[in-house]
Nanobody, 115 residues
């Protein structure tokens, strides 16, 4: 059973940066395209960014130019560098397979952005 563990969230002022990490058991990243998702209070979970099978990256329009997804297959870790954070980026962030979600969700990591 693959376990996903997200970390790196925290409280940051608007305009600040955070780097999220997602570690997985096993070699899941070498076999699967991975992505980042987020869920704000009272809202549905949405896709933030992801790798395609071909290694290209996709981003939600709301984060293009500010967020960067990267990965280290040797470390079984995927990252999300978030710059120029806005209050509307506040959410619990999760990683999972992309674009189709078929892994068990981890606990996520909370990002809070103060204005």
């Amino acid at each position: 059973q693959v376990q996903l563990v997200e970390s790196g969230g925290g409280l940051v002022q608007a305009g600040g940066s955070l780097r999220l990490s997602c570690a997985a058991s096993g070699s899941i990243f070498s076999r699967n395209a991975m992505g980042w998702y987020r869920q704000a209070p009272g809202k549905q979970r949405e896709t933030v960014a992801g790798f395609t099978r071909g290694g290209r990256t996709n981003y939600a329009d709301s984060v293009k130019g500010r967020f960067t997804i990267s990965r280290d297959n040797a470390k079984n870790t995927v990252y999300l560098q978030m710059n120029s954070l806005k209050p509307e980026d506040a959410a619990v962030y999760y990683c999972n397979s992309y674009p189709m979600v078929y892994l068990d969700w981890g606990k996520g990591t909370l990002v809070t952005v103060s204005s």
